[in-house]
């Protein structure tokens, strides 16, 4: 079955907006949103997928989080995955692999990532899937800044050669930071829709 198809039948809908500026968005609504944005590059015909959220720990413990193989596996999370599915993470030389097994433990998708950057306040690597989702290399360059208490992530997926791919990816970092968000704090929720944003459950 193609992946068009089941994209259509899983009926997912993405929120598409538009560049917005942090500094207009009340500290209330970053604390309990995700905000989103797809958009097909200017310079290139390669689209990229961007994300903004506050996080309820400070930058050291989410840089462990994003970096440990233990810790990807419980927060990252594959498009369409059934409550069966698990994952498989194990670092790489320079990176981490993470295989995603079905319920019949039949690999179902395989990501592997090589840092160019591996610092406590910016992460940046290659990001390449096999398995029925084939997309072209691509890179995710992660930023943190904050404080004690909260700190802001910013992640940015660049280099996909179709619209598909990135609103597959757009799937997974959408499911895979609110896992990560409940990672820290298990009472992160979605506040009413906030202008220019998206609520993404």
């Avoid at 994300?51 to 309820?56: L, N, Q, Y």
């Avoid at 994003?66 to 320079?94: D, V």
């Avoid at 981490?96 to 039949?106: G, I, M, P, Q, R």
Wanted: aromatic fraction near 10%; charged fraction near 20%.
């Amino acid at each position: 079955m193609s992946r068009v198809c089941r994209i259509t039948r899983c009926s997912l809908i993405f929120v598409m907006t538009s560049t917005i500026s942090l500094a207009a968005i009340p500290a209330k609504y970053l604390r309990d949103q995700i905000v989103s944005e797809v958009v097909r590059e200017h310079s290139s015909s390669a689209w990229k997928v961007s994300f903004r959220c506050s996080v309820a720990a400070e930058t050291r413990r989410i840089f462990q989080a994003l970096t440990t193989p233990e810790h990807i596996e419980n927060w990252l999370s594959f498009p369409f995955c059934r409550s069966s599915c698990r994952n498989q993470a194990s670092r790489l030389p320079n990176g981490f692999s993470v295989a995603h097994l079905c319920a019949d433990e039949l690999l179902f998708n395989a990501i592997a990532a090589v840092y160019s950057t591996c610092r406590t306040r910016k992460v940046a690597f290659s990001w390449s899937v096999e398995g029925k989702v084939v997309p072209d290399r691509t890179f995710v360059d992660i930023r943190l800044c904050g404080d004690f208490e909260r700190s802001l992530l910013r992640l940015q997926h660049t280099g996909f050669r179709c619209e598909e791919d990135c609103r597959w990816h757009q799937a997974l970092w959408s499911a895979s930071l609110q896992r990560l968000c409940r990672f820290f704090d298990p009472m992160f929720g979605i506040m009413s829709d906030y202008s220019g944003g998206s609520n993404i459950r």
